[in-house]
């Protein structure tokens, strides 16, 4: 927990700020603010000193004998650590100690009325006690009315802003940006371009997790005392697929078209209900069986493996040459296969908290965080296990941040899940735990999702994007968000599109890459940081065939194989063997034969060689699923017991699809997001746990 000292700092701060914002002029001198940081016996988790007074001697500098006000301003402590789980019972870990609550910060404008005539802003902070990551109304424990006095009169002021600071390379934990500058139009208000310094007021680190309770007397294994994945039931295989019997039904076929000479039909398929009787529902293949003269038949199972994968029937064909009225080996004329189908996995797409997988069937299915009904199933309730999205003949699914979208067979696009800044593009910013549609298009291609955003490639290679706009990541040229689809300006002949947090990239037909948005760290690839509000090309890059994007990096892969990473470089997810930021492309250090390139956040994979995976970058959580949990700025290869055939990164974890059509997740799994039934983090392959009956919809 943060001490009651660091919410009192705060507000004597606050009252500093009032005294300094909007201050009037004395004879035409300027007010101004220095920030400093703080000493260790002002702040022993760090901060900054805010100090405040006007220019007297007019040098443009608050000297120490200027200053009238000093506060200091510390960032949050850590949390304690947690207390150490009990002993389990027969074995069950104890509880890791709890996270503290972080406590956040918020800056509200307050228009010129009755509480301010000149208008002014409204502090307010409390602690995320429900971990969704924004401060709600109810959480708010403290407010401060700031008001801006009369403008100054022959002086400039100069103002102070405080906005929040995400999770990265300046508060680890996330905290607060404070930021200060003159206010060179006179608006009262401190603008990008006025900005002329900014300090970090972080939060406080979570506390280290309790120690695991000792195992109980029977239970000395602990977690790996759970059967292993080979000793399932069904794993290897019983009766049937995935523990399913196989099941015949033979009716009688009158003649008619089928048949002249009348005869038999025969079904087969999976007994799923268990129930010992081949229901409609369940027959997957018919065929029919034709009498001629003398004509008989004979059936024989079939069991799973290269001639029908999940078993099925042989049917053979005769005249009874004999008149024994039984068809003999000799008088067999000729044979049909007639196998049992199983669906499954076409795709898998995993988001920050959540994953989704399509299915042969044209369904999809979607597990994990599920708090602003990104699972699509018209909940809210997260789950461990895969839950049915309400939608059918789906082509494409795209997990996002907290949103989800797809693309139907009549290329359609739907999405749901959070909407507060129009990312639904359905026109309004309500929210949906179950899809509705975006736009009116009916030539979709493929889609890219970001943190409050959505953009869509189209068949004629034109890209529009809907949602939130504040570091031009729409693309039209403008920072004003947009609740429906608006065009991307400036592209030509657009063929592959990634998006994540605030940025997009797209590839064109003669492989030039373009990208547009948030660029804080370099990720837009053209040699500065400035956020670009319509695409920008990427310096010295061309010939890509593939491109994809992390929160702060992006990737491609060229037409001889090689891979070109730039942005953020924290975690080493430009895999140039360097933690180095860059603003322009830095080929992959190794040797790289790249292909099915993806990241999403602060890591990268791809298949190197055709056949070896591999990752790079942020392994806080084993998501690099080399059995670590350290970061690497050079390629590692991921454990794995089959062959896999795709990878692809969401926000903490991974995913695989291997050549024995089997989908395996590690890394982060608070939420469940692995699929494998639990919430325990993996640093290696987990076999996802996608029930048989899960296919047959």
């Known amino acids: ?38 000493s260790s016996e002002q702040c022993p988790g760090g901060g900054v000193v805010v100090m405040t007074g006007l220019d007297e001697n007019r040098n443009g500098q608050l000297d120490a004998s200027e200053v009238e006000m000093l506060q200091a301003l510390c960032s949050g402590e850590d949390g304690a650590d947690g207390r150490d789980g009990v002993d389990g019972a027969n074995g069950r870990d104890g509880l890791d100690g709890r996270d503290a609550a972080p406590l956040f910060f918020d800056v509200r404008d307050v228009a010129a009325g009755t509480e301010c005539p000149w208008g002014g802003y409204r502090y307010v902070w409390g602690y995320d006690t429900n971990g969704d990551g924004f401060l709600n109304e109810a959480e708010i424990t403290a407010t401060k009315l700031v008001c801006r006095d009369a403008p100054a009169q022959g002086g400039s002021s100069q103002l102070v802003d405080v906005v929040p600071e995400p999770e990265g390379v300046n508060c680890p934990a996330g905290g607060l940006a404070v930021r200060y500058g003159f206010d060179g139009d006179a608006d009262g208000v401190l603008e990008a371009a006025e900005v002329a310094g900014t300090a970090y007021v972080c939060n406080g680190i979570n506390g280290v997790d309790g120690v695991d309770g000792r195992d109980g007397v029977d239970g000395r294994d602990g977690v790996d005392g759970r059967d292993g994945v080979d000793g399932r039931d069904g794993r290897d295989g019983a009766d049937g697929a995935n523990g399913f019997n196989s099941l015949m039904k033979i009716s009688p076929l009158a003649p008619g ?8 039909r025969v079904q087969s398929g999976l007994d799923t209900n268990r129930n010992g009787i081949l229901d409609d529902g369940e027959v997957t293949a018919s065929a029919p069986v034709c009498n001629a003269l003398n004509a008989l038949n004979r059936f024989s199972s079939i069991g799973m493996g290269e001639t029908c994968a999940w078993g099925g029937m042989r049917v053979e064909t005769g005249l009874d040459l004999n008149a024994n009225g039984q068809l003999e080996d000799t008088e067999v004329q000729a044979s049909e296969v007639v196998c049992n189908e199983l669906q499954s996995i076409r795709a898998v797409s995993p988001g920050y908290w959540h994953t989704c997988a399509l299915l042969s069937t044209g369904r999809a299915v979607c597990w994990g965080d599920n708090a602003f009904g990104q699972l699509g199933d018209g909940t809210t309730e997260g789950s461990l296990v895969p839950r049915v999205v309400a939608l059918a003949d789906i082509r494409e699914i795209r997990a996002g941040f907290w949103h989800t979208c797809a693309i139907r067979n009549d290329n359609t696009v739907w999405c749901w899940g959070r909407n507060e800044s129009g990312q639904l593009g359905d026109g309004s910013t309500t929210g949906s735990p179950v899809p509705v549609r975006a736009g009116t298009f009916t030539n979709a291609k493929s889609l890219g999702l970001g943190w409050q955003h959505t953009c869509l ?70 040699g500065t940081t400035a956020n670009a509000l319509s695409p920008s090309g990427v310096s010295g890059l061309a010939d890509a065939v593939e491109v994809a994007c992390g929160s702060a990096h992006t990737c491609a892969v060229l037409s001889n194989k090689l891979a070109y990473c730039w942005g953020a ?107 494998d039934a639990t919430v325990a983090n993996s640093g290696i392959p987990v076999l996802c746990e996608l029930p048989a009956n899960g296919y047959m919809f």
């Open 1 to 38: 927990m943060r001490k009651v000292g660091f919410l009192y700092s705060i507000c004597f701060c606050l009252l500093a700020l009032s005294a300094c914002e909007g201050r009037d002029g004395v004879n035409g001198i300027d007010s101004l603010v220095r920030l400093a940081p703080a």
């Open 257 to 264: 078209a089928e048949c002249p000479q009348g005869g038999i």
């Open 569 to 675: 470089n924290n975690y080493g997810q430009l895999g140039d063997n360097t933690f180095t930021s860059r603003t322009t492309p830095v080929q992959v250090y190794g040797q790289v034969e790249a292909s099915g390139l993806t990241t999403f956040g602060s890591h990268t994979c791809f298949m190197n060689n055709g056949e070896n995976p591999v990752c790079f970058g942020y392994n806080a959580y084993g998501q690099l699923g080399n059995t670590s949990t350290i970061n690497a700025k050079t390629m590692v290869s991921v454990i794995h017991d089959e062959r896999f055939v795709s990878l692809h990164a969401g926000g903490m974890h991974t995913c695989a699809l291997s050549n024995e059509h089997h989908l395996w997740c590690w890394g982060y799994n608070a939420h469940g997001e692995l699929g």
């Open 457 to 526: 490639l189209t068949n004629d290679f034109t890209v529009y994007c809907w949602g939130a706009n504040d570091a031009g990541q729409l693309g039209n040229g403008t920072t004003t968000g947009s609740p429906v689809p608006v065009r991307a300006t400036g592209l030509v002949a657009s063929t592959h599109l990634s998006s994540s947090f605030k940025h997009n990239c797209v590839r064109n037909s003669n492989g030039a890459v373009a990208c547009w948005g948030y660029n804080a760290n370099g990720q837009l690839g053209n």
